[in-house]
């Protein structure tokens, strides 16, 4: 099981190149417990992903941080995504007190700077994932991950007031990820709907939507439709909708 994690990890090329910068600039040391504290904290996300057997299909070691993705459907539910999203923190919070435990400052206070940093609702970061479960529970899911991105846009604006290179580079790579997020919102529906249409979920609250707008269906809820005084469930409409699939 080790090996075959280990064998998912792709090192951005962009990664080395900060490796021979902080080389020549002296800052190596610096550099190499950034990376040690940002491992820890994936790990996090990658023992809650494997007790609730999701499958790992890549982690990815960016520039300025990591992030593992998981080849898993859209539609898991809310107790999953938001415990893989924060256990990220859990061991961050761990290493917090073991830092402090044996007083080494330095590295204290680079855990802290990252975490704070992963607090911001910017995809593809921590804080966005967690806030888009929440909203998930209050909104359609087409509206949540519209409001997730509005948002990301919003706090990258925001960081622009720091007069900051590292900082500003790491905009950019956000950027191009919430850009990436824009250009896929279509699919990324499309595929939410069809999972709902083929998969059984497991038992969850009922919403009740009245019409026939697919955009209204939630993601955390038995979504039942009320389409001319008459009750249809969310598989009869769908299968309906994409009886060609």
Request: glycine fraction near 4%; proline fraction near 2%; avoid cysteine.
């Amino acid at each position: 099981m080790i090996i075959k994690t280990i064998s998912k990890i792709k090192i951005h090329i962009f990664f080395y190149i900060m490796i021979t910068a902080s080389i020549f600039t002296g800052h190596f040391k610096d550099f190499f417990l950034f990376v040690v504290i940002i491992l820890f904290h994936e790990l996090g996300h990658i023992i809650a992903g494997m007790y609730y057997k999701w499958e790992i299909n890549k982690i990815m070691i960016l520039p300025f941080g990591a992030l593992t993705i998981f080849d898993t459907p859209i539609n898991k539910p809310f107790k999953e995504e938001f415990i893989v999203s924060i256990m990220g923190f859990v061991f961050q919070f761990i290493l917090y007190f073991f830092l402090r435990q044996f007083n080494i400052n330095n590295l204290y206070i680079l855990n802290y700077g990252i975490f704070l940093f992963n607090i911001f609702p910017i995809n593809p970061l921590d804080g966005s994932k967690i806030l888009n479960s929440i909203l998930n529970l209050i909104f359609p899911f087409k509206t949540s991950y519209l409001i997730s991105i509005v948002i990301s846009i919003i706090f990258i604006v925001s960081l622009l007031m720091f007069k900051n290179l590292i900082l500003y580079l790491t905009i950019v790579f956000l950027l191009i990820r919430i850009i990436k997020e824009i250009k896929n919102k279509k699919y990324m529906f499309l595929k939410f709907l069809l999972e709902r249409k083929k998969i059984n979920l497991k038992s969850r609250k009922n919403k009740i939507i009245k019409g026939e707008n697919l955009n209204k269906i939630f993601k955390y809820y038995k979504n039942i439709f009320y389409i001319d005084k008459i009750y249809y469930t969310e598989k009869e409409v769908l299968n309906k909708k994409f009886d060609f699939y």
